[in-house]
T-cell receptor, first 111, second 118 residues
Framework: AQTVTQSQPEMSVQEAETVTLSCTYD???????LFWYKQPPSRQMILVIR??????QNATENRFSVNFQKAAKSFSLKISDSQLGDTAMYFC????????FGTGTSLTVIP | GAVVSQHPSRVICKSGTSVKIECRSL??????MFWYRQFPKQSLMLMAT?????????EQGVEKDKFLINHASLTLSTLTVTSAHPEDSSFYIC??????????????FGPGTRLLVL
């Protein structure tokens, strides 16, 4: 079975600070992909970052980076220089094909 | 790139009526589209996987006769909620995998449709 676990229901961070969101997963597949999606109050799901499991190098997208620990099945998201617009629900997902989502982490950036 | 639209964005209907929601990939073709339902402050729940030209695959517990899915072209999938009842009120989201493009394993999401059944 494939599962994704996000153990932090809510988090907060001061503006301009750095925050890390945790995600662990389980899969028996060899070729898989991991994703972080952001869902702001508008509820539009926005792709933040993706990681191919066969790549050892951690993905980065501007202020967003991941720490992918394949052996530990861990895929955390680091947001640097947090901005007010980063306030949103963040979902970790496992693919490809049918996605398996975590329960989400509600992040609030405090001015 | 990889934009998905949904129409309508919100709909209010009377109990017993049917509602159709459209999901379109605007700048790419999508062999596979997905339909999700999301309750407030919860994660996305997959309802069905829609494949162009074939019958949709429904998740366990989802009534296929109530939630009709049609994927007639590579850019359009529709979800029809038949004989809607108040318990069908929810936020419905579609997503699509771009076919033949670099990130074809990635799902790109529509903005969602808020359905309220009175």
């Amino acid at each position: 079975a494939q599962t994704v676990t996000q153990s932090q229901p809510e988090m907060s961070v001061q503006e301009a600070e750095t925050v890390t969101l945790s995600c662990t997963y389980d899969t028996s597949e060899n070729n898989y992909y991991l994703f972080w999606y952001k869902q702001p109050p508008s509820r539009q799901m926005i792709l933040v970052i993706r990681q191919e499991a066969y790549k050892q190098q951690n993905a980065t997208e501007n202020r967003f980076s991941v720490n992918f620990q394949k052996a530990a099945k861990s895929f955390s998201l680091k947001i640097s220089d947090s901005q007010l617009g980063d306030t949103a629900m963040y979902f970790c997902a496992l693919g490809p094909g049918q996605f398996y989502f975590g329960t989400g982490t509600s992040l609030t950036v405090i001015p | 790139g990889a934009v998905v639209s949904q129409h309508p964005s919100r709909v209010i209907c009377k109990s017993g009526t049917s509602v159709k929601i459209e999901c379109r990939s605007l700048d790419f073709q999508a062999t596979t589209m997905f339909w999700y339902r999301q309750f407030p402050k919860q994660s996305l729940m997959l309802m069905a996987t829609s494949n162009e030209g074939s019958k949709a695959t429904y998740e366990q517990g989802v009534e296929k006769d109530k939630f009709l899915i049609n994927h007639a072209s590579l850019t359009l999938s529709t979800l029809t909620v038949t004989s809607a009842h108040p318990e069908d009120s929810s936020f419905y989201i579609c997503s699509a995998n771009p076919t033949g493009l670099m990130y074809q394993e990635t799902q790109y999401f529509g903005p969602g449709t808020r359905l309220l059944v009175l």
